[in-house]
């Protein structure tokens, strides 16, 4: 696991490459207000925007996720906590 990258994933880059390239400009790896070990990946400033690219395995995509099949019940705890944490950040009233 400490393969997986956690900024500048494929799927950020992208993004970032098609809001530049249209001419926008925004902040990245931008840490969430009051809120300890949170980054918002793409953030634009001036509009108050905060925009969360979550990768499907890291926080339970219903539609493309998979389920570790070792060591199974710990995975299952873990994801669970991601996507609370989630929902958390989601849900704070600076956000």
């Not at 570790?68 to 019940?73: L, M, Q, R, S």
Request: aromatic share 8%.
């Amino acid at each position: 696991m400490s393969r997986q990258s956690s900024r500048d994933t494929a799927a950020e880059v992208a993004v970032r490459r098609l809001l530049h390239a249209a001419g926008m400009r925004y902040r990245v790896n931008v840490p969430v207000p009051s809120m300890p070990r949170r980054v918002i990946d793409i953030v634009f400033t001036k509009a108050k925007i905060a925009v969360f690219i979550d990768g499907c395995f890291w926080h339970g995509c219903p539609e493309h996720a998979t389920q570790p099949k070792t060591n199974a019940e710990w995975w299952r705890a873990k994801l669970d906590r991601n996507m609370a944490r989630d929902v958390e950040t989601t849900d704070h009233p600076d956000g």
